[in-house]
């Protein structure tokens, strides 16, 4: 799809990666941009339409595809991490909360959003996964399986949906310079810089973007003998 006179809405776009895409997609001539977030008043991007919008409130999903019945441009970016095992003293709590951001809330919007879509020609769906969609690290177990439920969910939706001419769109990527992981020390790709592809595989109705060396490394090894999801994480 195109992006010049496309109509977006972007969850969590108060900052981050969310931020980025919605400076993107006003310079790449986007129509009109929502940018949702818990908080509208934390939406400070001049030239965006702000929306009250908490991903994991059903009734709040539903009254914002009411309202905004003008979008072809779902990008479900909202998320959160608690830096969690599975076996820790907050596993269980930490889990339930990552899937209901991580995985329940793109779930909610693209079915709240889908004949909002259809309506507008088909348009596209983008859901920002991570390259923890494919292995998991001890410190964040929960987080990696709510990030694979959401890749699974984005494939299951592609096939939903292709009837009704929407695309489906998975980005994943390793660390970004973000606050999300401010205290993580490793190289990290730049949010503008993987909004860039982003917006560009999806004017050439691509389905998946590897945003950096990390998310290729780990894609291209996946069917290796062993596995790279068999093998140690390497700090």
Same mark, same amino acid.
């Given at each position: 799809m195109?992006i010049?006179d496309?109509?977006?809405?972007?969850?969590?776009?108060?900052r981050?990666?969310g931020?980025?895409?919605t400076?993107?997609?006003?310079?790449?001539g986007?129509?009109? &941009?929502?940018a949702a977030?818990? $908080?509208?008043?934390s939406?400070?991007? /001049?030239g965006?339409?702000?929306?009250?919008l908490? =991903?994991?409130?059903?009734?709040?999903?539903?009254? /914002? /595809?009411?309202e905004? +019945?003008?979008?072809?441009?779902?990008i479900?970016n909202?998320?959160?991490?608690?830096?969690s095992? *599975?076996?820790?003293?907050?596993?269980?709590?930490?889990t339930?909360?990552e *899937?209901?951001?991580?995985f *329940?809330?793109?779930?909610?919007?693209?079915?709240a959003?889908?004949? &909002?879509?259809?309506?507008n020609?088909? +348009?596209?769906i983008?859901? %920002?996964l991570?390259?923890?969609?494919w292995?998991?690290? #001890? @410190?964040s177990?929960?987080y990696?399986a #709510?990030?694979a439920a959401?890749w699974?969910? #984005?494939n299951?939706?592609?096939?939903?949906?292709?009837?009704? +001419?929407?695309?489906?769109?998975?980005?994943? %990527?390793? *660390? !970004?310079?973000?606050d !999300? &992981?401010? #205290? =993580? @020390?490793?190289?990290?790709?730049?949010p $503008?810089? =993987?909004?860039?592809?982003v917006?560009a595989?999806?004017? $050439?109705?691509?389905?998946?973007i590897?945003?950096? $060396?990390v998310?290729r490394?780990?894609?291209?090894?996946?069917?290796?003998?062993p +596995?790279?999801y068999l093998?140690?994480?390497v700090?």
């Open positions: 195109k010049k496309s109509v977006a809405l972007v969850t969590g776009a108060n981050g990666l931020l980025a895409f400076k993107a997609l006003l310079a790449g986007a129509r009109k &941009v929502y977030a818990r $908080d509208p008043a939406v400070k991007q /001049a965006v339409q702000p929306v009250r908490d =991903v994991t409130q059903a009734e709040q999903v539903e009254a /914002a /595809a009411r905004l +019945g003008d979008v072809n441009l779902l479900n909202a998320g959160i991490i608690r830096g095992g *599975f076996l820790t003293p907050d596993g269980l709590d930490a339930r909360a *899937f209901e951001t991580n *329940f809330g793109p779930l909610l919007t693209a079915r959003f889908a004949p &909002v879509l259809a309506k020609g088909g +348009g596209a983008v859901n %920002v991570s390259v923890l969609s292995v998991s690290l #001890s @410190t177990s929960s990696s #709510s990030k959401a699974s969910l #984005s299951g939706l592609r096939n939903e949906l292709r009837g009704q +001419g929407t695309e489906v769109l998975s980005l994943h %990527v390793g *660390f !970004m310079d973000t !999300m &992981v401010r #205290s =993580v @020390t490793a190289p990290k790709a730049q $503008d810089d =993987v909004v860039k592809q917006l595989a999806l004017e $050439d109705g691509k389905s998946e590897l945003a950096d $060396d998310s490394r780990i894609k291209q090894n996946l069917s290796a003998e +596995g790279i093998l140690p994480p700090a």
